[in-house]
T-cell receptor
Framework: GQNIDQPTEMTATEGAIVQINCTYQ??????LFWYQQHAGEAPTFLSY??LDGLEEKGRFSSFLSRSKGYSYLLLKELQMKDSASYLC??????????WGAGTKLIIKP | GAVVSQHPSWVICKSGTSVKIECRSL??????MFWYRQFPKQSLMLMAT?????????EQGVEKDKFLINHASLTLSTLTVTSAHPEDSSFYIC????????????FGPGTRLLVL
């Protein structure tokens, strides 16, 4: 079966750095997405990785290792507004997005 | 960036009534639109995929006669929840894709449905 694993919840301090991991087992791979979802709102797109390596976009970076079925989202200089759920999603060989359950990130002052 | 709107944002209705939710791509033509459902503290669950001018493809376990999807144009898709029941209460989110299968999906703001 297809499976996306990410931690249920993480806590970090304002100004610090946090890494949210995602491991996956899917039938085929056409890229990995990270989305941010604030409570009661729809997800917003953060990043897309299809090749191995690190993609940096401002305070957020996303890393992919296809051989390990592993990705992480790195958030630097954390702000209170970064408190949200972070969803990892993999596009499989049928171009369907397989969603993880999301990681709830709590930022403390 | 691509903007997707949904209307209404909130719906409260009586059991047995039908509810229509609209999803529009405002500044692009969406070849494909997706409808998701999300229960509290759970991940997104894909309900169906619709391409303009053709019938929607429903995921296993989703009743196509209960959740009617119409994708009449490249900028509009509608989801009608027919004969709604309390267990249909959920957060319904549409997304639209610009171009081919590898393109990013952009999400609408979601519609929260409460069936009494």
């Amino acid at each position: 079966g297809q499976n996306i694993d990410q931690p249920t919840e993480m806590t970090a301090t304002e100004g610090a750095i946090v890494q949210i991991n995602c491991t996956y087992q899917t039938s085929g791979f056409n890229g990995l997405f990270w989305y941010q979802q604030h409570a009661g709102e729809a997800p917003t797109f953060l990043s897309y990785n299809v090749l191995d390596g690190l993609e940096e976009k401002g305070r957020f970076s996303s890393f992919l290792s296809r051989s390990k079925g592993y990705s992480y989202l790195l958030l630097k200089e954390l702000q209170m507004k970064d408190s949200a759920s972070y969803l990892c999603a993999v596009m499989d060989s049928n171009y369907q997005l397989i969603w993880g359950a999301g990681t709830k990130l709590i930022i403390k002052p | 960036g691509a903007v997707v709107s949904q209307h209404p944002s909130w719906v409260i209705c009586k059991s047995g009534t039908s509810v229509k939710i609209e999803c529009r791509s405002l500044d692009f033509q969406a070849t494909t639109m997706f409808w998701y459902r999300q229960f509290p503290k759970q991940s997104l669950m894909l309900m169906a995929t619709s391409n303009e001018g053709s019938k929607a493809t429903y995921e296993q376990g989703v009743e196509k006669d209960k959740f009617l999807i119409n994708h009449a144009s490249l900028t509009l898709s509608t989801l009608t929840v027919t004969s709604a029941h309390p267990e249909d209460s959920s957060f319904y989110i549409c997304s639209a894709r610009v171009g081919g299968a590898l393109e990013t999906q952009y999400f609408g703001p979601g519609t929260r449905l409460l069936v009494l």
